[in-house]
């Protein structure tokens, strides 16, 4: 796990608290916003999953690899 994975995850938990506390407030800017970091945390983690199987695929142990 690296650290967009993480941030990922962090941001997409805090998205969803916000949404939810926007929601039974009734404050729509404070769903949205709630809403908007979700995205966001979803798009760093796949970001992060994105290194995360880069990085696999080109382990130093790859026969396939040339430098």
Known sequence: ???QQVKGATNRVTGTIKKEVGKVTGDRETQAR???TNVKGKVQQGVGDA???V????SPRD???KR
Do not use: Q, S
Request: proline share 6%; glycine share 6%.
């Open 1 to 3: 796990m690296n650290k």
């Open 34 to 36: 709630g809403a908007a």
């Open 51 to 53: 290194k995360e199987a």
């Open 55 to 58: 990085h696999h695929d080109r």
């Open 63 to 65: 026969p396939d690899l």
